[in-house]
């Protein structure tokens, strides 16, 4: 679908695109580099990740994210001068910023909650550009635009999850209603003499004694069962890796009883278009068998990433405290080792904060239909930040450094 965006002095072309082929590659990925954050934000919000999720059918309307990326287009020169990966949701799976609440209050009261509008990255609860545009105009216009079309497709709301303080700064200006989450990240600085650690007993003697003891211990654990560990980045990965990679975060899910988001066709591709964006850990038992894995996103493709994502994991076989040794604690060596900026360990989970994993604040925007929702929303939201900002400050009691006033 083609619309004009001129209001408020806007002169785009406004194009819905309801599969992420209609647009290449190279035209997607240029303007996602131009954002501040658009070169050390991982691979999620490049096309060939996108592109993955839709084409082995993870992100479809079947699977209840339907495509309606709003694009504006010059109409001097035709060039792409803003995107947003937008979907229309039919349910809050796979989003991590929940909004169950809402939806069940829309239910209760007789209105349809769904579909939704949610401009996200599925099933990936890590910041970064969500609404990619040429500057600061444009990108208005491309708020202006996602809310038209919220308007035209009847959607009950509008969500823009994750994004920067440049998106956030767009929706407020349009009257989306802000929302902070938190979330757990370690920094590669020192918490006395500033400068990234020198290497891992660096980083130990920097925490408390308890934190320091516990962290030994829970290593000492996994030596003590036999276990080894691999690391493998890009093309050092084999596909065998990769198979083996699925079966472990596949096991992860069906025991918690749900099938899982991804599929083996999704990894294969993004392994492939991607290669060098993805850092994995192999763990193998006594006989050098293979027994667990985790799976790492880099921010970017460079020896020396800026930083590092925990994503996956999954084991055939257990071993008391395995889990954090492949999810935290291979994951921070490694950071230093290679001057990794920061480590994010992905939505919740206030036990990494004893793995020096700190509390970081991430935001959203939403948009409601209903203004009578619309308000108790926007009063609610009012109240959770202050509850975010006390949870924050409770927090710090527990800070697992030496110096105790190293909050960020």
Known sequence: ??????????????????????????????????????????PFMRHEYLCALHETGCATAATGWAPHWVTLWSRDDGHLVAAAPAYAKAHSYGEYVFDWAWADAHHRHGIAYYPKGVVAV???????????????????????????????????????????????????????????????????QHPERGGPFADWDDFLMSLTQDKRKKIRQERRKVADAGVTIEARRG??????????????????????????????????????????????????????????????????????????????????ARVDCLHFELCYYQPLQWCIHHGVARFEGGAQGEHKMARALLPTTVHSRHWLAHPAFAHAVGEYLARERAATTAYQSALQAHAPYRQADCAR
């Open 1 to 42: 679908m083609d619309a004009s965006t001129c209001d408020k002095g806007f002169d785009y072309l406004t194009r819905i695109l309801h599969d992420p082929r209609e647009i290449d590659a190279p035209t997607w990925n240029a303007l996602l580099h131009a954002q501040p954050e658009g070169d050390g934000c991982g």
């Open 122 to 188: 599925p099933f990936t609860p890590v910041a970064g550009p969500r609404l990619l545009a040429r500057d600061a105009a444009t990108r208005a216009a491309l708020v202006h635009a996602l809310l038209a079309h919220a308007h035209a497709s009847g959607w009950s709301s509008l969500h823009v999850l994750l994004g920067t303080p440049d998106d956030s700064l767009a929706a407020d200006a349009h009257g989306l209603m802000a929302r902070e989450t938190v979330q757990f990240h370690w920094h590669n």
């Open 235 to 316: 093309d050092a990965i084999s596909p065998a890796d990769w198979d083996f990679f699925f079966r472990c975060y596949a096991q992860t899910y069906w025991e918690h009883g749900n099938p899982p988001y991804l599929n083996a066709a999704f990894f294969h591709s993004v392994a492939q278009a991607l290669s060098d964006h993805w850092l994995m850990f192999v763990a193998r038992d006594g006989a050098g068998q293979p027994m667990a894995a985790s799976l790492i996103a880099l921010g970017d493709a460079t020896p020396q990433p800026r930083a590092a994502f925990g994503r996956y994991w999954g084991a055939l």
